[in-house]
């Protein structure tokens, strides 16, 4: 199906819980300690008979868990915490459990299960900051007291002279996002309504990826369905798209990278519309997670997968997200992921190439010039290319200004479907018919019959 909404990338692969945990092994004791430390559990919790001071996760001195709860738990994950079932033996996992479940300490867990933890405010500002947590906290710090507003203004204003701002920007915008949640007191209408789509829009995946805080997931399906309703988040099909897109986001957030349950619970949506939008956001979060975890959905000898390997109806956004892997893996060699797109399931190879086109924008900041000269690596192909780039700057900018330019200097070949791709994300933005193709008047009038195709064909 062609009713596919903006998928949008983000390149930069980030390292948060890479940091060695453990501690000083000598501290603690026992067979389960050993463990702990080579499975790296310490990156992500506090634990003090192991020295170890992560705080991803909850500090494990403070919870209350018995042996089988910790055991079920590190088992299968969830939450925001991997699985180690395959990783680990039984043995291994009993030696561990025990050794954490040890701890006396009172129901921390009384949220329930923190995603990867609300957003804490603190003093930072800005102007102290030189590293990029740093600095996604001072701007959080703002929105929790103030309110989105003020945060997203001066966020913008960094933006363009910050180029240390520019670089993280979706996920400053996704802790703003986070950070807002809070102010409007977990109310996730509030927050959207009062949010914009800056940087590919990371203030809508923010809020929406902490909405699920303190679900187990068995409620999962019946959570997702009440988060993106109301007449606030459903007034344009552009908040409501960031709103199930960014669900599927938090699904494999909390789920701990659980990609087949994540899609299964985007399934469980009311409306077709609806499950392919949360798919986009779960493929993104596969391909390029918020919290810098490598998914077990990719591998390293097969760059397409699991494209190849999830089913029909999950492909089209799989692969519409593919080359942010492929690249991230050949160090952005762009002829050589022309190449492996050509590798795709039989059909899909296009979306592929669309998918190229969406990260030559990215990459280049919406760079015209170079934008093309990456699309005409794909031969007969680059109009797919330069249609992908097109709907990507779209999205990005909310608006059609700077993918006109695009469209008008590809080649003649290629501008009609170029202009057709911008329609799409135009429409996306709005509910009524007449309203979809008035937008387009006023990209072009020349290619208006494309464009207004495009943005009634969803
Ligand atoms: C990538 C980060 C991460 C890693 C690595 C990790 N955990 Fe976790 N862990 C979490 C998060 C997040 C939660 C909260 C899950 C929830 O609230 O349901 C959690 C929850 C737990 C709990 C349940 C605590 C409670 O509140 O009941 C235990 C026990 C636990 N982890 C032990 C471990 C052990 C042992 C390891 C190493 C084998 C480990 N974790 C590795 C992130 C991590």
């Known amino acids: ?31 389960g300690a050993g463990v702990y430390a080579d499975a790296g559990c310490g990156s992500c919790h506090t634990f003090e008979a192991a020295g170890s001071k992560g705080s991803i996760g909850p500090n494990l001195d403070e919870t209350d868990t018995s042996v089988e709860e910790a055991v079920d738990q590190i088992s299968r994950g969830g ?24 701890g006396e300490g009172s129901a921390a867990g009384a949220e ?10 603190s003093s930072q500002r800005l102007a102290g900051c030189l590293d990029a947590d740093c600095r996604r906290q001072a701007f959080g710090n703002i929105a929790f007291r103030e309110g989105p507003k003020p945060a997203l203004d001066l966020f913008e204003e960094k933006q363009k002279d910050d180029s240390a701002v520019e670089s993280d920007c979706h996920r400053i915008a996704h802790t703003i996002g986070s950070a807002s949640l809070q102010h409007f007191d977990g109310s996730v209408a509030g927050a959207l309504s009062a949010g914009r789509a800056t940087c590919w829009s990371g203030y809508y995946h923010g809020v929406v990826e902490h909405a699920f805080n303190g679900t187990r997931r068995p409620a999962l399906g019946e959570k997702s369905r009440s988060i993106c309703v109301g007449d606030d988040i459903r007034r344009t099909s552009f908040i409501a798209y960031q709103c199930v897109h960014g669900l599927g986001h938090g699904l494999m957030i909390h789920t701990g990278y659980d990609l087949p349950e994540s899609l299964r619970v985007c399934d469980e949506l009311s409306t077709d519309w609806d499950q392919t939008s949360c798919h986009a956001g779960v493929f993104m979060e596969n391909v390029s997670s918020s919290y810098g975890i490598k998914s077990k959905w990719l591998r390293d000898n097969d760059l397409i997968y699991p ?3 999830v089913k029909e109806r999950h492909k089209l956004y799989c692969y519409l997200m593919a080359t942010s892997r492929i690249l991230a893996a050949n160090g952005y060699d762009w002829k050589k992921t022309v190449a492996t797109c050509h590798e795709s399931d039989e059909g899909w190879v296009a979306t592929c190439m669309q998918s190229l086109g969406r990260d030559a924008s990215g990459t280049t900041r919406q760079n015209t010039t170079r934008i093309l000269e990456i699309c005409s690596l794909a031969k007969g192909m680059a109009r797919e290319c330069v249609y992908g780039a097109a709907r990507d700057i779209v999205s990005n900018d909310a608006g059609p200004k700077r993918a006109i330019p695009l469209c008008e200097g590809s080649p003649q070949s290629m501008r009609a479907y170029c202009f057709e791709g911008i329609g799409t994300i135009l429409g996306g933005m709005r509910v009524q018919r007449d309203e979809r193709r008035t937008a ?10 494309d464009c207004a195709r495009g943005a009634v064909a969803l």
């Open 440 to 449: 387009c008047r006023r990209v072009t009038q020349r290619y208006f019959e």
């Open 79 to 102: 939450n925001g915490m991997p699985a180690f079932g395959d990783d680990l033996s039984e043995e291994e996992i009993q030696q561990v459990a025990e050794f954490v479940s040890g």
């Open 1 to 31: 199906m062609r009713s596919a909404l903006p998928l949008i990338a983000l390149v930069v692969l980030l390292t948060a819980c890479g940091g060695k945990g453990g501690g000083d092994e000598s501290q603690s004791s026992g067979l």
């Open 112 to 121: 329930g299960g923190a995603v990867v933890g609300p957003f804490r405010p």
């Open 307 to 309: 494209c190849n390997f």
